[in-house]
């Protein structure tokens, strides 16, 4: 982000700005050098299902029930196939591999 882009997301979310100055205390200079420490941030876990839009319509993101699968995302004209089709896949999910 540029500058003002920067300034004024900063000013909107609270939470980024005090992360944003407690990185920028964690630089340190010896007078001819500046040294920015590497800061890992941590995203909390997130949970499923999820409910969102896109271009007006429902979607769902789901994961398996641990959360540690790649999640995927689909409306409800695909949630509509699936449910046709929900014993074919539960046999397919129960074949050997």
Do not use: C, R
């Amino acid at each position: 982000m540029q500058g003002d882009k920067l300034q004024a997301f900063l000013e909107q979310n609270p939470e980024a700005k005090a992360l944003f100055e407690k990185i920028n205390e964690l630089s340190v200079s010896d007078g001819k050098t500046n040294y920015k420490t590497k800061v890992s941030i941590v995203k909390e876990k997130e949970t499923y299902p999820q409910y969102t839009e896109w271009n007006g319509h429902k979607i769902i993101k789901i994961s398996n029930k641990d959360n540690t699968a790649m999640p995927f995302q689909f409306g409800k004209g695909k949630a509509k196939i699936i449910i046709e089709n929900l014993e074919v896949i539960k046999k397919f999910a129960e074949e050997g591999e």
